[in-house]
């Protein structure tokens, strides 16, 4: 089976990755797998503890609030696992989508990912489908948490 792995920005270049993605056995609502972190103009890569993981329902809202961004050529997403959910943030800026990742427990904020287009964000909405494929539907969260909310917001915040 092929590695599952979300990835924001360029593999090869800047970027955030969640994964190996793989079912949680004994929580199979989350989906467990380190984070990697390489922001622009810096050669090390930061690894984030996952060790709560990230609720498939939520890769399912961030797939959403994509869409949304695409349709909208406009507005801020969020994304992150269960502890943190600030890890991305992307926002519409001049025809881009500027993306930032930061890691509070690290005091690492406002990391530079890069710029994605459009095509890119496209191309990102059509992994979170190969994941669901790969690992079954994306639906179950934290029994104490609730749901997963959407993180778009049709202005991007100052």
Known sequence: MKESI????????????FGPLTVDE??????????EIKPSGDSNKIIVDN??????????MFRSDLFKLLQNRSGHVFFGNHDYGQIV???VEDGFVSVLSEVASLDKFDMNIGKMSFTEIEILTDEINKIEKQIGPLVGHC???????SRYYPESLP
């Open 143 to 149: 029994e104490g948490c609730g749901e997963a909310i």
């Open 51 to 60: 060790s709560n993981g990230i609720e498939r329902s939520t890769i399912a």
């Open 89 to 91: 943030e992307m926002k």
């Open 6 to 17: 979300l990835c924001i920005g360029d593999k090869n270049k800047e970027h955030v990755v």
């Open 26 to 35: 004994k929580f199979c609502n989350f989906v467990m797998g380190p984070i």
